[in-house]
């Protein structure tokens, strides 16, 4: 079953601080990793992606770490502020297949001042 | 700018009606899917389509229709066999590509629809 689970539900980190997102898959075909950042009334938008063949994808504070093996990835935002309140989503896709992306159930993130 | 437009933003549906929620993209994507988000939930697919003329139930399809005449819309009717059909709906468009090539998807902004 494609599968992709997100932890957790929600999260409160104070500002300045390291927000840390969970996701793991199943499909071994997976082989893109974006995230994507939903603020509210609005439709998400991709903030980073990956891909197996690399562990670590740095942009900015955003940071993506990937575990091949242990079928994990991972968000971590540094700094934490305010405005990177919002929900995430992280994703996974098979290029040998219809490019269907399989979406978490989301992490709903709050970052107080 | 190229993107998706979706609308109207804010939709209200009176009991049994049908109600069509527009989706037009001007980025020459391939697919283009329609999701429906509820509350504090994450994205359920609806449809999608790969072409024009051709489409596919996602995992909530009942009580929603969709059609693709034309590469740049894919517009999804909300019928009244839909019983619970308030929420926020998503549209998305996305490049079919071969090889190692990856793009994700591209959202819409996305339309509120309530019923009244």
């Known amino acids: 079953q494609q599968q992709v689970k997100q932890s957790p539900q929600s999260l409160i980190v104070q500002k300045g601080g390291i927000s840390i997102i969970n996701c793991a898959y199943e499909?071994?075909?997976?082989?893109?990793f974006p995230w994507y950042q939903q603020f509210p009334g609005k439709g998400p938008a991709l903030l980073i992606a990956i891909r197996p063949d690399v562990s670590e994808k740095k942009e900015g504070r955003f940071t993506i770490s990937f575990n091949k093996s242990a079928k994990q990835f991972s968000l971590h935002i540094m700094d934490s502020q305010p405005g990177d309140s919002a929900t995430y989503f992280c994703?996974?896709?098979?290029?040998?297949?219809?490019?269907?992306?399989?979406f978490g159930s989301g992490t709903q993130l709050t970052v107080l001042p | 700018d190229g993107g998706i437009t979706q609308s109207p933003k804010y939709l209200f549906r009176k009991e049994g009606q049908n109600v069509t929620l527009s989706c037009e993209q001007n980025l020459n994507h391939d697919a283009m899917y329609w999701y429906r988000q509820d509350p504090g939930q994450g994205l359920r697919l609806i449809y999608y389509?790969?072409?024009?003329?051709?489409?596919q139930k996602g995992d909530i399809a009942e009580g929603y229709s969709v059609s693709r005449e034309k590469k740049e819309s894919f517009p999804l009717t909300v019928t009244s066999a839909q019983k619970n059909p308030t929420a926020f709906y998503l549209c998305a468009s996305s490049i079919i590509g071969t090889g190692l090539a990856n793009y994700g998807y591209t959202f819409g902004s996305g339309t509120r629809l309530t019923v009244v």
């Open positions: 994703a996974a896709e098979s290029s040998g297949s219809a490019r269907q992306l399989t």
């Open positions: 499909n071994t075909a997976f082989d893109y």
């Open positions: 389509s790969q072409i024009v003329n051709d489409f």
